[in-house]
């Protein structure tokens, strides 16, 4: 969960890129590093503990920091999780703290049980901290609209979106950084407005 | 789910202060506070231009991954890891439930006095987080000065060249 340091005035949150294997989660992150527009020292470097062939191995990390706010600096860490279904144990472990998540789903019409079975992985390892998706704002970004072999958005919508409260959905093709800022931007306004709604007085 | 909503600036004098004579204690280079979800809390020590960020993130990872394998050999009290260098240690102590205290020290110090000290200042610190979280569990941030529907308040991409 968020962290507000008084002292040195900075609101840190995490965001967490969940989705199947291969699916875009990575790319994003890269995405993001190398066409944000910030002020000098405002973005750490992209860190992959990735395996030999670039599959993520334990997380993709990237620290970056956006707008100010009444004096307190917002840092963002933006973490990847491996796809892999036999990484479950690491997936566990980067969730732990989790504020906000853009669950990237691969679009081709043959990768359809692995987002399904990759977002029911993700309800599951919630659960097993005592969170649930009702709680944590989440937005899903549709990856790879540019292959031929691609689903309706409205299939990818009832497949992924059909719980009782809809979510913000994005077409990306994140290979190109299309739909990467605009799911960024939306997960960072629910993950704020949370902050609006749950805001009380100060500490001097 | 136990968390750390608000530090004030008593809560960060209070561990840095306990960090500095830490640190001088043990001859370390530097300590940090790090939650287990990866943030860095704050820290304390000549550790120049160290991405301080990142080492946080990646301590809170890796004992994280070795809590785990404890959890997979049955053995509840993995509550350290130690990392050796040619030059340079790391060892990664658990504070409580949610945070953890990475030390940075040279070849020069022995692990042994690092440990010794190093249970002190956890109870310390440990202490002092207890009283952050139990003085305003709810604790938020006001934004209301913010304005969400404008995206220059937001990510913003380079224009093409």
Do not use: W
């Amino acid at each position: 969960m968020a962290i507000i340091n008084q002292a040195t005035k900075e609101l840190q949150v995490k965001i967490v890129y969940y989705g199947p294997a291969m699916g875009g989660k990575t790319t994003n992150l890269v995405q993001v590093h190398d066409h944000v527009q910030t002020n000098a020292g405002n973005k750490g470097k992209l860190v992959s503990l990735a395996t030999s062939s670039d599959r993520t191995l334990f997380f993709d990390f990237l620290p970056i920091e956006a707008m100010t706010i009444k004096g307190f600096k917002t840092k963002f860490q933006l973490y990847t999780v491996p796809g892999q279904v036999i990484y479950n144990t690491t997936r566990q472990l980067v969730l732990r703290g989790v504020d906000g998540i853009v669950f990237v789903a691969d679009s081709q019409f043959e990768k359809m049980p692995e987002n399904v079975e990759s977002f029911q992985n993700l309800m599951d390892n919630l659960a097993a901290q005592k969170l649930n998706l009702a709680e944590i704002p989440y937005v899903l970004q549709y990856n790879k609209r540019d292959l031929p072999n691609v689903a309706p958005v409205e299939y990818m919508d009832f497949l992924l979106n059909n719980r009782e409260v809809q979510v913000p959905s994005f077409a990306g093709t994140a290979h190109k950084c299309e739909g990467v800022f605009e799911s960024l931007n939306m997960i960072t306004r629910m993950l704020l407005q949370k902050f609006i709604n749950q805001s009380v007085p100060q500490y001097a | 789910m136990a968390t750390l909503p608000q530090l004030i600036e008593e809560d960060i004098r209070q561990l840095d202060d306990a960090l500095a004579e830490f640190i001088r204690q043990a001859d370390a280079i530097g300590a940090l506070i790090i939650d287990k979800g990866g943030f860095l809390i704050t820290h304390k020590g000549d550790m120049g231009e160290l991405d301080l960020t990142t080492i946080g993130a990646l301590a809170s990872g890796a004992f994280m991954a070795s809590q785990t394998i404890a959890g997979l050999v049955n053995e509840k009290n993995f509550n350290s890891t130690f990392q050796q260098g040619e030059k340079f240690s790391l060892y990664i102590l658990e504070v409580d439930e949610e945070c953890l205290l990475a030390i940075i020290f040279t070849s020069q110090t022995g692990l042994g006095i690092v440990k010794y000290y190093s249970s002190n200042v956890a109870s310390s610190i440990a202490k002092q987080l207890t009283a952050a979280r139990v003085r305003n569990p709810d604790g938020g941030f006001d934004l209301s000065v913010l304005n969400l529907a404008d995206p220059k308040e937001l990510f913003r991409k380079k224009n093409k060249r």
